[in-house]
């Protein structure tokens, strides 16, 4: 069992760390809790569901520290977000141009802002794709929503793929916005938007495999999701009729260590080489552009 050693992986969800725990980051999701005690209780969203959170080195470099990182498990290229005015991020283009891509995450509340802004990052910055996490958003914008519907246009306008989270989410904020079956009128709607379903879509991972059958354009990325608990409906799907649609993604450092991925992932019952292949490397180059791994 286990993928070939050769393979050069795409990891579609890595986030350049902010400090040696990252709690920056945890404290973004502070406005999503609804009240004092919420907030004091679940300070880190992700802890409930990760164990081993990981902990950082001290370094006054963290994108070399991730590149490091990268280096040990033969991550090629990983995708990472994207902030206007983000320090982090130039200096991941300007030193290591070959070795990230980045989404832009957005909120549609802020309507033709959010436009202006994803053609600005796209001109200025080169982004390869957008993000929106719907539950997120402040207030909550579901998938299928009219204010999503600028954000799905300007994305088709560019031939931007746009990465959603679908499924329950993780921190403790109502799931409605992200059911599953919302998907479906966004595919009908913009046939030629190029959707990839982020964080599971659980406990509706059944019917994204159906929606992937039924629409070209529709992918899934297994973020946020340790490789033994990928949920089995969509490793029968990318054995069979998926191998083209089901992308690898990690959670590092928001939630996973590359350590329990990596230590999982041989694990994972893919059937072959050519679907670990296409898994871990190629279904993600094509889709976001990026060369054939020499």
Known sequence: MGYPNSIKIVDLMMGIPVSETNQEWYDSF???????????????????????????EVTDDYVAFLVGEMDKYNIDVS??????????AFSAK????????????????????AVRAIRRAHAEFGIRAVSVFPCGCNPQVPINDRRMWLIY??????????????????????MAPQKTELVDEVCYHFPELKFVMRH?????????????????????????????????????YLNTRG??????????????SLERIFKDLPDVPIKNDDVWQKFLSDNARKLFGLPTAS
């Open 79 to 88: 995708l990472v977000g994207y902030f206007e005015g983000s320090e982090a």
């Open 243 to 256: 191998a083209d649609k089901v992308m690898y993604a990690g959670y590092y450092p928001q939630g996973l």
């Open 153 to 174: 246009g300007v994305c088709c306008e560019l031939d931007l793929p746009i990465l959603v989270n679908v499924g329950v989410p993780g921190p403790r904020v109502p």
């Open 200 to 236: 599971g879509g659980e406990p509706w991972d059944e019917l994204a495999v159906k929606l992937m059958l039924k629409w070209p354009n529709l992918y899934y990325s297994t973020s946020a999701f340790a490789p033994r608990h990928y949920p089995k409906s969509i490793i029968r």
């Open 30 to 56: 502070l406005p999503l809790l609804k009240d004092n005690e919420s907030i004091q209780q679940f300070k880190m969203p992700a802890q409930y569901l990760f164990r081993d959170i990981p902990q950082l």
């Open 94 to 113: 300007d030193n290591y141009p070959d070795r990230f891509i980045f989404d832009f995450p957005v909120d549609p509340n802020h309507g033709m802002d």
